[in-house]
């Protein structure tokens, strides 16, 4: 290589570091240093051109010759070897006609080159746009990946909300709002299933005698004793102030409802101690069947639960009784309570 030609070269390093020269016999000359990164394991120098690009148009050139001569001409390429990173290129002779200087791009290839070669922005000549392609690509990124966050933050939020809408403060059960929910979407996937009304016995009297704060802490305690005594798949809920509704999904044994109503209304009778003091309470428990069958009125099956609730009631409190029982009963008067 002459001494102008070595100038040139370093000349063409600061100015277009993605160019090649290739001499008259079309063999490698010189790499500039960005492409020299592109095959950092591969000597490139003193390789004929067409080994190590596969020119794939103006499909017109089918030589190095042709190739050569074809100033001004816009070529595209690619490397023969993996990964066949795409180029867009042009031919210029140099001015002592030696040698020719083919000065590339990466063309719409430049985001898959960054990733390929871990290109960052002073592989690239100063005036290159890729660089303010490759600012807009990591400004978009940054954006969406704020954007995803923000949605995910968001939905967080929501979620939060519709738990919170959803739930009974004092007890963390479920309250009347997710009841309304949750019946219709039973009997719209036609789902066989049972409702439990129940209903707290001398809880008036707690709250009257011992404050409200013994009150809030037998709530609490039911509250326990519910979520204990049902499967994952069921629903609890309070519903009013000392009011529970239980829906258990896919199910219409009555021996197995009897079996939980029963151990229920055992474990809240037990006398409960708060602060040195003890509250006792029994509960009242009316039980309607839902099937898919029959027409889908949530506040029908709940109305059901509770002439069963206010027959219990009147049978002397602290039981259980099925709505299905009392159809063959006269039951007008069950649906007047008796007194707590």
């Not at 160019?19 to 591969?42: F, M, N, Y």
């Not at 009297?205 to 404050?211: C, I």
């Not at 889908?296 to 219990?312: E, F, K, R, T």
Request: proline share 4%; charged share 20%; hydrophobic share 40%.
């Amino acid at each position: 290589m002459t001494s102008s030609l070595r100038q040139l070269c370093a000349f063409l390093d600061l100015l277009c570091p993605m160019h090649l020269v290739v001499s008259d016999t079309g063999e490698i000359q010189h790499v500039g240093p960005t492409l020299a990164k592109l095959r950092s394991r591969k000597v490139l120098s003193g390789l004929p051109f067409l080994e190590v690009f596969d020119l794939q148009r103006p499909r017109a050139i089918k030589s190095m010759d042709q190739m050569l001569n074809a100033t001004g001409t816009r070529l595209h390429m690619r490397f023969c070897d993996a990964p066949q990173t795409g180029f867009q290129g042009v031919v210029v002779k140099s001015p002592s006609a030696e040698a020719a200087v083919i000065n590339l791009s990466f063309g719409i290839s430049v985001l898959d080159a960054v990733q390929d070669y871990s290109l960052t922005s002073t592989d690239f000549a100063a005036t290159d746009l890729a660089i303010e392609m490759l600012y807009l690509v990591e400004a978009k990124s940054a954006a969406m990946e704020a954007s995803r966050k923000l949605n995910h933050r968001l939905q967080s939020a929501m979620v939060a909300a519709e738990e919170q809408a959803f739930t009974d403060t004092l007890t963390g059960l479920k309250n009347r709002r997710a009841v309304d929910h949750i019946l219709p979407r039973l009997m719209e996937n036609q789902t066989g299933f049972a409702v439990m009304q129940m209903d707290l016995d001398f809880f008036k009297k707690v709250n009257d005698t011992k404050g409200h704060a013994a009150g809030d802490f037998v709530l609490q305690q039911v509250a326990r004793i519910l979520v204990e005594e049902t499967r994952e798949q069921d629903h609890v809920a309070r519903v009013g102030g000392d009011e529970f509704v239980l829906v258990f999904e896919k199910t219409r044994s009555r021996k197995m409802l009897s079996g939980i109503a029963g151990r229920i209304i055992e474990r809240i009778q037990e006398p409960m101690s708060f602060q040195g003091e003890t509250c006792s309470i029994s509960a009242s428990i009316g039980i309607a069947l839902w099937h898919p069958t029959e027409p889908p009125s949530p506040d029908q099956i709940v109305a059901n639960a509770d002439v069963a609730l206010y027959a219990c009631k009147n049978n002397g409190r602290g039981c259980s009784s099925f709505y299905e029982d009392l159809l063959g009963e006269e039951i007008g008067t069950a649906l007047i309570p008796m007194p707590d």
